[in-house]
């Protein structure tokens, strides 16, 4: 199965969000089609990726991610613009995190603990809080200085951070299909 664990937007930030996306497709032209924009019901924040996990496991983990966190909940600032990869073509563009992220940081290795507890291995490489905006269908060099040229400076949204979620995604002919199995609330 197919399984994420992700900070999802509360409602007054995915509107903002959805705005920026709008801004930023209409910085980039012609070249906007090149990007398939994020749907908004589908904008959030993965804190842990899990690809292949065996359905005999699915239980276990989410048991173990619904239990509650000792953590406080907490404001995240959405903010900065940027693309993977570092250099030539960018296949994704992405809002950062601003304030927030210590607090982020730590959730994230929390429920990455419960996942490795469980006995499913982590992806190998580290946590970067990031928020997909969209990926590219056809990108060329020249498109990451179309989408950094739009950046602005400050926030784009902040978000209220009180639980996570694990998500299930199923693959469709309309994109992917999500569907919640648990949640971590954050009470402190």
Do not use: C, K
């Amino acid at each position: 199965m197919r399984l994420f664990i992700a900070v999802d937007l509360d409602e007054p930030a995915r509107p903002l969000v959805v705005a920026e996306q709008t801004r930023l497709a209409g910085a980039m032209g012609e070249r906007r089609t090149a990007v398939r924009w994020a749907r908004p019901e589908h904008l959030h924040l993965t804190l842990v990726f899990l690809a292949d996990v065996p359905e005999a496991s699915v239980p276990g983990l989410v048991g173990a991610l619904s239990q509650v966190t000792d953590r406080a909940p907490f404001s995240l600032a959405l903010q900065g613009l940027g693309v993977f990869p570092e250099r030539g073509a960018p296949r994704s563009v992405w809002v950062g995190v601003g304030g927030g992220e210590t607090e982020l940081r730590a959730v994230q290795r929390e429920v990455a603990d419960r996942v490795e507890r469980v006995g499913i291995a982590l992806e190998p490489r580290g946590f970067a809080p990031h928020l997909t905006l969209g990926r590219s269908r056809v990108a060329r060099p020249s498109d990451r200085g179309l989408i950094l040229g739009a950046a602005r400076s400050g926030a784009v949204a902040r978000v209220r951070v009180d639980h996570t979620t694990l998500y299930q995604s199923r693959p469709t002919p309309e994109g992917p299909r999500y569907t919640e199995l648990a949640r971590v609330n954050l009470t402190a």
